[in-house]
């Protein structure tokens, strides 16, 4: 049992590259999501998932792509690389949050430096 | 947007103290949930409080929610240098997307 798995853990990006961030878990949780880490500051929902196939858009998405078409896997796409998407990345899932929300497990993170 | 500010920014203690962290947020909540982070990694649950719960214990660790003053506390007991960490709040206001809101976190230093 892996938990959540981010791939890579460290990239350097030219201006205008594009990359996938790779999140998988064997948890077999509905929900995923990525969070985006700047200095100093707290965590940001980038994006986020409720089930296969059914995505949706956190606080800060424009830059970036997801898809969900497996239950493990949610990658996150980096359309063309900007400066200011210098950030450390954090994929997260949970078993289902119902109403009430559930505990929501975290990847050791990829940080992510763009040129 | 940072709903949750959290209470110090910094916080150093002696070993075996208790340490006690603030976090404030400004919209009602269905949750909010503690978590630790030590340097360089990813964040680790802690607890999760739920809006009709008032006080919940894990071993150490106790939280308060009180959503009048729309506050939480998180309190570490006999601390220990491996709580060392960097500790953040986070609200929940969707239920079920989970769209969890970060406050800034406090940085805990444990000295020996």
């Known amino acids: 049992n892996a938990g959540v798995t981010q791939t890579p853990k460290f990239q350097v990006l030219k201006t205008g590259q594009s990359m996938t961030l790779q999140c998988a878990q064997d948890?077999?949780?509905?929900?995923m999501s990525w969070y985006r880490q700047d200095p100093g500051m707290g965590l940001r929902l980038i994006h986020y998932s409720v089930g296969a196939g059914i995505t949706d858009q956190g606080e800060v998405p424009n830059g970036y792509n997801v898809s969900r078409s497996t239950t493990e896997d949610f990658p996150l796409r980096l359309l063309s690389a900007a400066p200011s998407q210098t950030s450390v990345y954090f994929c997260a899932s949970s078993y289902s949050p119902g109403p009430t929300g559930n505990t929501i497990y975290f990847g050791e993170g990829s940080w992510l430096t763009v040129v | 947007s940072q709903q949750g500010e959290e209470d110090p920014q910094a916080l150093s203690i002696q070993e075996g103290e208790n340490a006690t962290m603030n976090c404030s947020y400004k919209?009602?909540?269905?949750?909010l949930q503690w978590y630790r982070q030590n340097s360089g990694r990813g964040l680790v649950h802690l607890i999760l409080i739920r809006s009709n719960e008032r006080e919940k214990h894990s071993g150490r660790l106790r939280v308060t929610l009180d959503t009048s003053k729309k506050s939480s506390s998180l309190l570490i007991t006999a601390s220990r240098a491996a709580d060392t960490a960097s500790y953040f709040c986070?609200?929940?206001?969707?239920?079920?997307?989970?769209?969890?809101?970060f406050g800034q976190g406090t940085r805990l230093t444990i000295n020996p």
């Open positions: 919209t009602s909540i269905n949750n």
């Open positions: 948890m077999n949780h509905e929900y």
């Open positions: 986070a609200t929940d206001a969707s239920g079920r997307a989970q769209k969890l809101v």
